[in-house]
């Protein structure tokens, strides 16, 4: 077993580089590739579709369309008329204003230090200081793959997003999670 006192190096160390490589990914390699460029499709006539919306004064939040009131109202017939009619809608309304990236970004930041903290969490109690790299490096990748991907897969199931779209975030997941067992790996205490 391994101390987590032991892992503040490799957790914080493996934050900062998977930070680096998701930005490459998600501005530079976006630039090349279009790799997350068409995760979002836009809806026709947006600008309609956007003044239609305004008087409404959506708080931001999450929201269903149609969304019953329960169980009950599921079952009635205007409840399924609206089903069959469409659209089926589920989205995310932001508070208007500029983007501002730096809440986001700390935000992220702090969700790799999570995500670092339970893979080193996971290696430290099965492994001890003398563990040799591959070792590490599997228990590490393992986990910090499971934080990166998994929750990604429900909303594919339940809200039917994108399957592209978790695919390729999946796979940013794999490559976040090979980075920090490579760092991990290479910074376990001996």
Known sequence: MTGMHALWIPIVLSAVAVFVVSSIIHMMLDA???????????????????NALRPFALAPGDYMLPRPDNM????SAEYKEKI???PKIVMTVLPPGMWGMGRNLGLWFGYLIVVNACAAYVAGRALPPSAD??????FVGAT?????TLGLWQMWIWY?????????????GL????VCAGIFGHFWPR
């Open 84 to 86: 069959i009619k469409g």
């Open 175 to 178: 490559v976040y999670a090979l």
């Open 133 to 138: 790299y591959v070792q590490v490096f599997r």
């Open 144 to 148: 910090a793959f499971i934080g990166f």
């Open 72 to 75: 009950k109202d599921m079952q």
């Open 32 to 50: 090349v590739i279009p790799w997350h460029k068409n995760d979002y499709g836009q809806v026709p006539n947006q600008d309609a579709v956007m």
């Open 160 to 172: 039917q997003r994108a399957l592209g779209t978790t695919i390729r975030a999946t796979i940013d």
